[in-house]
């Protein structure tokens, strides 16, 4: 058995949750990081749901690649089955993406695609409405906002630009309640 790859674009990169023997910036080509997930249970309710991000076509997304010992790859895969596939809103795909390092610029990895086929699958929303729905919900993981703004740090301090997530996340920090 071989080691793991894993590709974290949003609440991975920043608490994964399990041990890695190396983690590297990465891109993906083909998808980007969207927030078009509605979540009924880390970050929201059915009845207030929150936004997650999810990888949607089009574009490409840079994030964190984690290299996951051969001997952890099963509890790791169980642990991330586990909090991904909550309600199957995501796929499990192994994607290839080119690694911020020298000497093994492409890998495949474990990445969680959403299904836009899925009920929980929101599509493109507008700023405002992303502002709205993730100022007013929290789930079991904590709140909605906390994710946004956190998420937005992360990517901030890896250089990675995403204008929707910044503008939300500078709005839900300066108190701002419609308006991004």
């Avoid at 994964?16 to 009924?40: K, Q, T």
């Avoid at 993406?97 to 299904?115: C, K, M, N, Q």
Wanted: aromatic share 8%.
């Amino acid at each position: 058995m071989s080691d793991l790859w894993v590709f974290g674009y949003g609440s991975l990169m920043w608490r994964p949750g399990f041990d890695s023997v190396e983690h590297v910036a990465a891109h993906l080509s083909g998808l980007r990081r969207s927030l078009c997930v509605w979540s009924w249970v880390h970050r929201g309710t059915r009845e207030h749901p929150g936004l997650v991000l999810g990888l949607d076509r089009g574009g490409s997304c840079r994030g964190v690649a984690y290299r996951v010992a051969a001997a952890d790859r099963e509890a790791v895969v169980a642990y991330l089955r586990e909090r991904e596939l909550v309600t199957d809103v995501y796929r499990e795909e192994y994607r290839a993406i080119r690694l911020d390092a020298s000497g093994r610029p492409v890998v495949r990895a474990l990445t969680y695609v959403v299904d836009r086929d899925h009920r929980q699958y929101a599509g493109t929303l507008s700023p405002e409405a992303i502002l709205h729905h993730v100022r007013h919900s929290r789930g079991q993981s904590g709140a909605n906002a906390d994710y946004v703004v956190s998420t937005a740090r992360h990517l901030r301090s890896l250089g990675v630009r995403d204008l929707v997530l910044e503008k939300v996340a500078a709005a839900l920090l300066a108190g701002d309640t419609e308006r991004v």
